[in-house]
């Protein structure tokens, strides 16, 4: 068995600790900040302070298949969850029959396991604590990398890490899953190594979320998908744990006259203008104004022209790419790529590292970037038509498949067929291009896409302006 080091105690680093350790590995999590989880979701929500993660109290989703994974592989968080009140949320289970042809065998795979993100983590970190083989040390930061022997010329080995104190801690393995924040080029650079690969830059979204609390402990009804497109911006309403959701607008970082939505009093009037939305503002406030800004898509390989940029270290979940978090596939491609480097260390072994290492980028290109590049794919066509429907012209792209995924989702409105491959790719089950090849799925879309449709109420972009303004 091998001694493991994973940097970073967020979701990410949380998962793939307890998949490694419940292997028999030994493993040890260095967590930054100090604070251990609460006693309880409400109460990590109230006082947990996790100033390593900047989202860590905006509006959080987590997809069926986040779900799915945890029941199989985490039992026990599942079960602290469930004790903690999480939600179980099925869209199929709660739209019309009319809509969905009635509940089939099947369609519980849909279920999401879901609340806001401190109670999540909380409920992940207290089971991480119990899990035998694995050892969480908080308020303990890296500044540096421990290197031995070189195994491949002109490449450096890494040993371990050397903490902010000064100790010296060795280990086979050491997985980097510090997040959007990672500092693992830099200190990779500190080593003499090959800078990774990097492709980056500003995603263009900006989000002005916030959380409430409902009267009576039930959920608003969801008469529409949880991210519904508007002209030029984009709205979540995200069901949450313990009679509790989220709202956020989602708008182009560029678009000026929506910074009014900052301002509580212009952010509900903005609400309440969408009839399909309004009544998500029936519960108590139990934020302000949550905004995120300046969020990066970023994706780094550390292999470069076929050779690993370093030995013995392995980058995870957001340290290794990250995107625009409106279509909350952040925590479940986490989870993913955690399961995946459970399976290569099981299947392989960490002895040969320049094997592993390789081996590595090789199984992360295969299961997890398709998934990364499919967000970014829509992402950038999103803010295409935004800033399109800002200028006040047509957004023209010569890809046909942008047409196809906006007809998809129209299209399960009068097809059960086609609303379940729709939520099975959102629920990161499948991705589109192997949905879309399933036989006849692809004409009936097409067929939808050629079929003028009619837009979901709401104001135009100019009545949009007019009204934060006005609101203003």
Not at 217 to 231: C, E, I, S, W
Not at 289 to 305: G, L, T, Y
Not at 315 to 326: E, F, H, R, V
Not at 429 to 457: C, H, M, N, Y
């Amino acid at each position: 068995m091998a001694s493991i080091l994973v940097l970073g105690g967020g979701m990410g680093g949380l998962s793939t600790a307890m998949l490694l350790a419940r292997d028999g590995h030994e493993v040890t999590v260095l967590e930054r900040d100090p604070a251990p989880p609460p006693a309880s979701g409400d109460d990590a929500w109230d006082t947990w302070e996790r100033k390593g993660i900047n989202q860590f109290r905006m509006i959080h989703f987590f997809l069926p298949r986040f779900r799915e994974i945890a029941e199989a592989e985490l039992p026990e968080a599942v079960e602290a969850l469930d004790a903690d009140g999480v939600l179980r949320y099925n869209p199929i289970a709660l739209a019309p029959e009319s809509v969905t042809g009635g509940f089939r065998d099947g369609d519980e795979r849909f279920e999401a396991l879901t609340g806001r993100r401190p109670m999540v983590e909380a409920a992940f970190a207290r089971t991480a604590a119990a899990t035998p083989n694995l050892t969480i040390r908080r308020g303990v930061a890296v500044k540096g990398l421990l290197t031995g022997e070189s195994l491949l010329e002109g490449v450096p080995h890494v040993v371990g890490v050397v903490t902010d104190s000064g100790d010296e801690i060795q280990a086979d393995l050491v997985v980097d899953a510090t997040g959007r924040r990672s500092p693992l080029p830099s200190l990779l650079d500190a080593i003499g190594a090959v800078a990774p690969e990097e492709e980056m830059e500003d995603s263009g979204f900006v989000y002005y979320g916030r959380h409430f609390r409902s009267h009576d402990g039930a959920q608003p009804p969801a008469f529409g998908p949880l991210l519904q497109h508007y002209d030029s911006i984009s709205v979540l309403t995200l069901p949450a744990d313990n009679g509790t959701w989220g709202m956020g607008i989602v708008a182009s970082s560029q678009d000026a006259p929506l910074r009014a939505v900052r301002d509580v009093e212009v952010w509900e009037r903005v609400i309440t203008s969408y009839p399909l939305l309004a009544h998500w503002l029936d519960g108590d406030p139990i934020t302000d104004i949550q905004i995120m800004a300046k969020i990066e898509d970023r994706h780094r390989s550390f292999v470069v022209d076929g050779r690993p940029v370093a030995t013995g270290v392995a980058a995870i979940a957001d340290s290794w790419a990250c995107t625009n978090p409106s279509v909350g596939r952040g925590a479940t491609i986490g989870l993913i790529h955690a399961q995946a480097l459970r399976d290569l260390v099981r299947d392989q072994g960490v002895d040969d590292p320049v094997a592993f290492a390789t081996a590595w980028h090789d199984i992360t290109v295969e299961r997890v970037e398709p998934l990364y590049r499919d967000t970014l794919w829509f992402d950038r066509h999103r803010l295409g038509e935004i800033d399109a429907q800002i200028a006040g012209v047509p957004y023209e792209t010569e890809d046909p498949g942008w047409a196809i995924a906006k007809a998809l989702p129209a299209a399960g409105g009068s097809d059960p067929e086609l609303l379940r491959a729709s939520v099975e790719i959102i629920a990161l089950f499948s991705r589109a291009i192997d949905v879309l090849a399933r036989p006849g799925v692809l004409e009936k879309v097409i067929a939808v896409a050629k079929t003028p449709q009619e837009p979901t109420p709401g104001p135009s972009r100019a009545e949009l302006v007019e009204l934060v303004g006005a609101a203003g």
